[in-house]
């Protein structure tokens, strides 16, 4: 089952995009895509890195999905950890992302991961669900 309110996007805006946005954006140099597989080589997580474009030196997570049937199986976990490992590779210094607030399993998972919330957040205009920002200091020495 998809959990729509779980993403800042809809389908209606993704579809807008042109096809120059779409090629940007799957670009594996700009936004890198990480998949997580179980043991049949079915794919049962995805996640997507940002780049850097306001020049803070922070890389972005985006997009975080896990089946649910993968859920509680370290599936989210690993995949965090293939954008901290980018976004360290990239010189970045820290990670942001967005977490819809209530969405609690998730915010526990990325707490387990390093992230902690900043006290900034979002309103989105479509629902009005507010997404909380997350960060994870990459300098601190935390794995």
């Known amino acids: 089952m998809v959990a729509p309110t779980a993403y800042g996007s809809t389908y209606e805006r993704e579809t807008d995009f042109s096809d120059e946005v779409w090629r940007d954006r799957l670009r594996p140099e ?14 049962v997580g995805l996640v997507v890195a940002g780049p ?12 975080m999905w896990v089946e649910p049937h993968a859920r ?16 360290r590779s990239q010189g970045y210094s820290a990670v942001q992302l967005l977490v819809t607030e209530g969405n609690d399993r998730a915010e526990a998972m990325y707490r387990r991961n390093g992230f902690e ?8 205009d479509r629902d009005g669900l507010l997404e909380l920002e997350m960060l994870r200091d990459l300098e601190s020495g935390v794995t």
Do not use: I, K
Not at 30 to 43: A, Q, S, T, V
């Open 52 to 63: 850097d474009e306001v020049g803070d030196g922070v890389g972005h997570l985006f997009a």
């Open 117 to 124: 919330r900043t006290g900034r957040s979002t309103r989105r």
């Open 30 to 43: 700009g936004y890198p895509h990480f998949g997580c597989f179980d043991e049949h080589r079915e794919m």
């Open 72 to 87: 509680g199986t370290g599936a989210a976990d690993a995949l965090v950890s293939e954008v901290v490992t980018w976004a």
